[in-house]
């Protein structure tokens, strides 16, 4: 399974955009990029998945450069709530298949 | 709302206790579920993987004879400590994915605290 490397923590400010990276380079061509949420005694909570390119939900983007090798997850505008430790994960994403976690990144959002 | 359910939420045993936790998933069938374990400002570390009808799978590591798991039918999977100890207090999260791919949902955890 790959491998993937975030940076431990990150701060922001109410209202702005934050953007992690996640490097993920012994990717495999069947896998997926899914990014969780996690908060304090919670279990995790799926975000976005992608493949390849541009994804965007509700609540968040996800941009894939072509090589697949690494990938952002974009939070505009985030608040308070959003404090909460994120997590890249590389997998088939079938079922079946589990995913193996990193060490996620840590975001603290002040106001 | 909730695709995946666990019971209890929070559990506190004396050492040398049995404790079980249940992991349900709601509206689909679960063919396969993955049990985790959380230490405090740890990541989710992968202890197995529950299969309906047949033997769990067990990472590296994990003592199957401890954490007894059993998938007896689509919904449910059940986790045991057994003989609990102080180093078994964690946090334990099950997961599942809903439909043939894509989206692993996961349970809101179990805190277990040994005492």
């Known amino acids: 399974l790959a491998k993937t490397t975030q940076p431990i923590s990150m701060d922001s400010y109410e209202g702005q955009e934050v953007n992690i990276t996640c490097s993920h380079n012994n990717i495999a061509t069947n896998d997926y990029i899914t990014w969780y949420q996690q908060f304090p005694s919670q279990g995790p909570r799926f975000i976005i998945q992608g493949y390849k390119t541009k994804v965007t939900n509700e609540v968040a983007s996800l941009f894939i450069p072509a090589d697949r090798k690494s990938s952002t997850l974009s939070l505009p505008r985030v608040s308070l709530s959003d404090t909460a430790v994120y997590y890249c994960l590389v997998g088939e994403g079938q079922a079946g298949t589990a995913l193996i976690f990193g060490k996620g990144t840590t975001l603290s959002v002040s106001s | 709302g909730a695709v995946v359910s666990q019971h209890p939420s929070r559990v506190i045993c004396k050492s040398g206790t049995s404790v079980k936790i249940e992991c349900r998933s709601l509206d689909f069938q679960a063919t396969t579920m993955f049990w985790y374990r959380q230490f405090p400002k740890q990541s989710l570390m992968l202890m197995a993987t529950?299969?309906?009808?047949?033997?769990?799978?067990?990472e590296q590591g994990v003592e199957k004879d401890k954490f007894l798991i059993n998938h007896a039918s689509l919904t449910l999977s059940t986790l045991t400590v057994t003989s609990a100890h102080p180093e078994d207090s964690s946090f334990y999260i099950c997961s599942a994915h809903r439909g043939g791919s894509g989206e692993l949902f996961f349970g809101e955890g179990s805190r277990l605290t040994v005492l």
């Open positions: 529950s299969n309906e009808g047949s033997k769990a799978t067990y």
